[in-house]
């Protein structure tokens, strides 16, 4: 037999071997070739999704509580109000290390994405730390915007965990936003006691004020037949005594009108 022909013959009989090993596979599985293998890659049995959906259920309080300080961060940093962010974001780090220490999930997929989500908020909440700490050569704009986006992708890995299990996503409890400026108090000052005004004296005239007057004594009558006396002017000058002088009979100061020395003028 020559070369060739031998070849042919080995040929033939790897076909053979190939064939008979086809036919031994197919009769071993019934015969059915729609029959699906096995792969690698499947999905979580539907007694593991149901523990997983309890497990998710049970951690639910945990979940609302991040989402309403997470949701308080964010609010206090478009504020710009550092006064309520800092014990938001100390909150949110005190839950977040919760989360990371929370019993495991019996599902290996389902665990990883909670966990990676708590690290996030985690992150979150050490880049608004250091707003206070000191963020070295990141300035305040950008440790606000990675504590931002650090929240985000915590959202995200969260809301890929609730479509996992099939379960609901955290609702936030809405914030009620009180502003609270930071109020830098003042130095103390030194009070000086008020020093009482006191009124000086208004100075005692010293030059007496010159007395009024006394009018001149009415000439004393004992009777009207011993003086002369004449009522009003008419009565004088009807007894012919008109005009009369200061000290002729008759004379008063009462009808002396202007007062120079001569009545009934």
Known sequence: MSPQEKRQGC????????????????ASSGGDSKQPTASVTAGPSATSTAAARTWYDGSADLRGQIATSAAAVRQ???AQDGTSLQP????????????????AAPDAGVQQLFHVGAGYYADAAQWCDKIWTGGGSVTLAELWERTTNALDNGDQRWRELAQRVGGTVATAVPV???????????????????????????????TPRPADPEPEPEPVETTRSSTVYYANCSEARAAGAAPLSRGEPGYRSGLDRDGDGVACE
Not at 11 to 26: K, R, S
Not at 92 to 103: G, I, K, V
Request: aromatic residues 4%; proline residues 12%.
């Open 11 to 26: 040929g033939c009989l790897i076909a053979i071997v190939v064939a008979i090993i086809a036919i031994t596979a197919i």
């Open 76 to 78: 206090y940093i478009a």
């Open 88 to 103: 938001a974001c100390q909150t949110l780090a005190s839950l977040a290390q919760t989360a990371r220490d929370y019993p």
């Open 176 to 206: 009620t936003m009180v502003p609270q400026p930071i109020v830098i108090a003042p130095t103390p000052a030194t009070i000086t006691p008020a020093t009482r005004a006191t009124t000086a004296p208004r100075p005692v005239a010293t």
